[in-house]
């Protein structure tokens, strides 16, 4: 929210702080011809705390966020999003609201990509399933990354 100001009714694409990702990602991610992208990773078990997403056949996204029933969803949204002019703005107003109404204060973030997606907002998916990426939230997970990254801790 506190880049809305900065962003204004540019396209942009947006990434969790810790998330870590191959540079294929974001390449394929400004590449893609649809407005609004979540990158998606098919290779995940999926427990409560994830972020999932249903699509259809066709790849639009259906249901998203950390409420999604895990068996019915068969990815995880990684956090990294490109959010097109039209929806940026629309987005920035859902989270304000949501800022406003004590109820929903402490609601996730992709909250508002759920209730865009229930308005009728077209988000495609993004299959990043064999491309390598990672959160970091943790000195283990770091460690991890490293690993994974091949990058020298």
């Keep these: 929210?506190?880049?809305a100001p900065a962003?204004?009714?540019?396209?942009f694409i947006k990434f969790d702080a810790d998330v870590v990702f191959d540079v294929k990602i974001l390449r394929q991610l400004v590449d893609t011809d649809q407005a609004n992208v979540l990158c998606i990773d098919r290779n995940i078990a999926l427990e409560d705390k994830e972020v999932k997403v249903i699509t259809d056949n066709l790849l639009q996204v259906?249901?998203?966020?950390?409420t999604v029933e895990p068996k019915l969803a068969l990815d995880e949204s990684m956090a990294i999003?490109?959010?097109s002019a039209k929806t940026g703005p629309l987005l920035f107003a859902e989270l304000a609201k949501m800022m406003k109404n004590y109820a929903i204060l402490q609601d996730y973030y992709e909250a508002a990509y759920?209730?865009?997606?229930a308005q009728g907002v077209v988000f495609r998916a993004?299959?990043?399933t064999r491309l390598n990426w990672t959160e970091i939230g943790t000195p283990e997970d770091f460690a991890a990354a490293n690993a994974k990254f091949e990058t020298p801790a």
């Design 114 to 117: 759920a209730s865009q997606v």
């Design 1 to 3: 929210m506190l880049a």
């Design 7 to 11: 962003i204004g009714s540019a396209e």
């Design 81 to 83: 999003e490109k959010i």
């Design 62 to 66: 259906l249901e998203v966020g950390k």
């Design 126 to 128: 993004l299959d990043i």
